[in-house]
């Protein structure tokens, strides 16, 4: 029986795994999409076409305003080396669980926490800094996208740390 419950907290060990893994690799993929931000509006902006759509006209105007900026004032473009940075930083927090999930169970928490934090952020400061309110809703997607995966690490770690209670009180009534 003892084997037993080591298998499933090593299949246990391995979906989590897999699962920050996912994590971990999206939030450095949308961290890095922060570089680059100039080039990426056109090409996206690129793909809609900008009189015939509500979102391809929004995608050439941010389009145009990012392009300005950057060409007269670079240096507020420093902000988005630094949402990249942040994306990069909150990634390697991750590791912790990635090691030991039950014990850095509270890393999983904060990420699921702030994933839900996203909803209201992106629309009431979209809001208030005139964006679209579609486009706030793809924003809020990220928290919603985030939060699937680590809801479901978070399950998992649950049974992991029952795993661990029963396999310790196993060995301690021998």
Not at 33 to 39: C, D, M, N, Q, R
Not at 64 to 85: E, K, R, T, V
Not at 111 to 119: Q, S
């Amino acid at each position: 029986m003892n084997r037993e419950i080591l298998l499933d907290a090593s299949l246990l060990q391995k979906k989590i795994r897999r699962w920050i893994g996912f994590f971990i690799i999206a939030l450095t993929l949308s961290g890095l999409t922060a570089l680059g931000v100039e080039t990426q509006m056109g090409l996206v902006s690129g793909l809609f076409p900008s009189e015939q759509t509500m979102v391809g006209q929004w995608l050439v105007k941010v389009h145009a305003a990012i392009s300005d900026m950057n060409h007269q004032y670079p240096f507020l473009s420093y902000g988005f080396d630094w949402l990249a940075f942040a994306h990069l930083v909150i990634a390697v927090v991750f590791i912790g669980p990635l090691k030991d999930p039950v014990r850095n169970k509270w890393v999983i928490q904060f990420g699921r926490i702030a994933c839900l934090m996203v909803f209201p952020f992106a629309l009431l400061a979209g809001g208030f800094r005139g964006l679209p309110l579609w486009w706030r809703f793809i924003d809020c997607s990220f928290g919603l996208i985030g939060l699937v995966p680590l809801t479901i690490c978070y399950k998992l770690i649950e049974k992991l740390e029952k795993l661990s209670t029963s396999t310790h009180s196993f060995s301690s009534c021998k």
